[in-house]
């Protein structure tokens, strides 16, 4: 039997930990493009992983935040300012059937492989 790695362990509970939470895990890529999500999304918010992944987020906002999001992450990008990164906040999603709820949203920045 091969004792699992050092790394294949972190992430192995990694994931147990941000599958289980009952907090809604969203990652994005630098164009607002949903990645990945965890279980609570789709609970939270009605849509499964597959009709979000590959879209963008702002499909989780209602306007006038949906109209405006692509321009906050392209200022972000191009000026380096962050307004939100870091700073937790309440806003309104808007689930799959149309119906909007507050939640606390909080912004975090990462980077992989540069």
């Known amino acids: 039997?091969?004792?699992?790695?050092?790394?294949?362990?972190?992430?192995?509970?990694?994931?147990?930990?941000?599958?289980?939470?009952?907090?809604?895990?969203?990652?994005?890529?630098?164009?607002?493009?949903?990645d990945t999500v965890n279980p609570a999304t789709?609970?939270?918010f009605g849509y499964s992983s597959e009709e979000m992944i590959g879209q963008n987020v702002s499909m989780l906002m209602p306007n006038p935040y949906r109209r405006?999001?692509?321009?906050?992450?392209n200022n972000y990008l191009s000026t380096g300012n962050k307004k939100i990164i870091g700073i937790g906040?309440?806003?309104?999603?808007?689930?799959?059937?149309?119906?909007?709820?507050?939640?606390e949203l909080a912004i975090s920045e990462m980077f992989i492989n540069g």
């Open 42 to 44: 789709e609970k939270i």
């Open 89 to 103: 906040r309440e806003v309104r999603g808007q689930r799959k059937d149309g119906t909007l709820f507050p939640l």
């Open 68 to 73: 405006e999001h692509d321009g906050y992450i």
């Open 1 to 34: 039997m091969t004792k699992p790695s050092a790394v294949s362990d972190l992430l192995n509970r990694t994931r147990a930990i941000v599958e289980t939470i009952v907090d809604g895990v969203i990652t994005i890529d630098q164009h607002g493009l949903i």
